[in-house]
């Protein structure tokens, strides 16, 4: 019956619908949190098994089945299933091997570098305290090892059994490691017998240098203090060239690294057998000094750098701003040296002079002002009695800095400002031109219709006049003012041409009024017939 045929097909196909895990995305879930739970050596083979298990519950089941009038063939879905569980059972034994292979090398790696480390020849006091350091290694880390091996060959184990590609290579690595560890143990058991022999002969050598050491200091500082950059720095003294002194800072310097490098090994020398460390004040003073004397040295470079390149910019290049900014930010670095360096000749002049800079700075940014023009300059060089040359593709800032614009701030300060008051004055004129440039007079033409004849529109003309009365107030306070004399000629001209043109103005003005009245007597036809 169809009814029953239908049954029975859904009751075989049903036995397939337990595997229906192995297609969806359930598995994937599982396994990445498989792989967030750190599993063990265990999980991995209780997972492949699993699998394992899956592949051979498939096996088992009939290729083919008699349902009433249909054979079924299930061949290629069995193939399909199997492949699925083949395929997730390889991706765990993928990642187990990974492990291990990891493992294998750390392990291997850290077997043959320390088997390297250990027979490397003793003949200094560092080969002894880094052979020592790699037996203390050795024995914090023999447990770890030990227990490492037991899991790693197991790893090794299972992968084989579910038949696993592995590399020949690898499988007998595997093998043989352990044995290359025991003979390490071996090795190291044997180093350190030789050790106990070699410690009494390296300790006292290491305290007959030490020794030597303390006089090689001694006779350091010595020449430090008599040849040193120190000796040209005395505080109470003038400072030789910085030159001399930076060529000196350089030479001790060199010799002080050698020396630091054999007091580091001295040091590690004491650390390693347990001495109480020698103390070599002379030296750590040394060191003090000498970071000192590198960091002024190296703020007077900069210093005397800056300076420099201002010097030789051009005067129309020179940006206040940017100077300003560069020569407080020396200053602050120079101030954040220690109070003991302050005290040093070459801080000192090099400090004086950067301050001589900054009181500098408000005498140039007023001559940088727009308004200083080549008339002011002619009165600088007049009131200093010195001369440079105004051309802008010559005149530098090193060239302005001969006049001692210190020396004659006063002159300078009021130099600047007669400059920004004459532009005052200048800009005003420059208005009052541009003013009466455009001014027109305005006429009515074909006056009561009368071709060819104009009269001045008087309503035009009397604004005009206004404006010309305020004209002359404002050029009567600039003569008034004690900044006028570049001006004073265009003024007073102005102030003639203003004054004729306001009575010109007012005559034209007085005679059109007359002639208005009297045309119309002239021009009326009874009058003219009478």
Do not use: C
């Amino acid at each position: 019956k169809p009814a029953t045929l239908a049954q029975a097909l859904s009751a075989y196909l049903s036995a397939f619908v337990k595997y229906a895990y192995l297609w969806g995305n359930t598995l994937q879930q599982e396994y990445a949190a498989f792989l967030s739970a750190s599993p063990l050596v265990v999980d991995f083979e209780a997972e492949i098994q699993r699998f394992v298990d899956v592949e051979a519950s498939i096996q088992a089941m009939h290729s083919s089945a008699l349902l009433g009038p249909l054979l079924l063939y299930t061949q290629a879905l069995k193939y399909s299933l199997r492949s699925e569980a083949a395929s997730w059972k390889a991706r765990y034994a993928e990642t187990l091997h990974a492990r291990g292979s990891s493992k294998l090398r750390k392990l291997a790696s850290y077997i043959n570098s320390t088997t390297s480390r250990l027979q490397r020849d003793i003949v200094t006091l560092d080969d002894l305290r880094k052979v020592m350091f790699v037996l203390r290694d050795m024995r914090a880390q023999e447990a770890v090892i030990d227990m490492e091996f037991i899991p790693l060959e197991e790893m090794f184990a299972l992968l084989a059994r579910h038949q696993v590609h592995i590399n020949k290579a690898e499988l007998s690595h595997t093998r043989r490691l352990r044995a290359k560890w025991q003979k390490l143990k071996a090795l190291a058991a044997t180093e350190n017998d030789h050790l106990l022999q070699l410690q009494n002969h390296f300790k006292h050598a290491l305290l007959s240098d030490v020794e030597s050491f303390a006089i090689e200091v001694i006779q350091f500082r010595n020449n430090y203090n008599t040849r040193g950059p120190m000796a040209v720095l005395a505080a109470d003294g003038a400072s030789v060239d910085p030159k001399d002194g930076f060529g000196r800072l350089r030479v001790f310097q060199a010799m002080f690294a050698k020396l630091e490098t054999k007091f580091n090994y001295f040091r590690r020398g004491e650390r390693l057998f347990g001495l109480p460390p020698r103390p070599f004040p002379g030296l750590l003073r040394t060191r003090r000094e000498l970071d000192m004397l590198d960091a002024l040295h190296t703020l007077h470079s900069a210093v005397s750098a800056s300076l420099r390149r201002f010097e030789y910019t051009l005067w129309a290049d020179t940006d206040i701003s940017t100077m300003s900014a560069r020569l407080h930010q020396l200053a602050t670095q120079m101030r954040a040296l220690p109070l003991a360096v302050r005290e040093w000749s070459l801080y000192k002049s090099t400090y004086a002079r950067l301050a001589s800079w900054i009181a500098l700075l408000p005498l140039l940014s007023a001559l940088a002002d727009a308004a200083i023009k080549n008339r002011h300059w002619i009165s600088i060089m007049q009131a200093t009695g010195t001369t440079f040359s105004l051309e802008s593709q010559s005149f530098m800032l090193a060239h302005l800095l001969e006049v001692d614009l210190l020396a004659n701030a006063q002159q300078v300060r009021r130099i600047a400002y007669a400059a920004k008051k004459e532009l005052d004055i200048e800009h005003s004129l420059n208005k009052l031109e541009d003013l009466w440039n455009e001014m027109t007079l305005e006429f009515v033409p074909s006056y009561k219709g009368r071709d060819g004849i104009a009269v001045l529109d008087v309503a035009s003309a009397k604004a005009i006049m206004h404006t010309m009365e305020n004209s002359l107030m404002d050029i009567s306070t600039m003569l008034a003012s004690p900044f006028v004399a570049p001006f004073y000629d265009t003024l007073t001209t102005w102030l003639a041409q203003l004054s004729s043109a306001s009575e010109l103005l007012e005559s034209w003005l007085f005679v059109q009024s007359m002639w208005i009245h009297l045309s119309a007597v002239f021009t009326s036809v009874t009058i003219q017939k009478q």
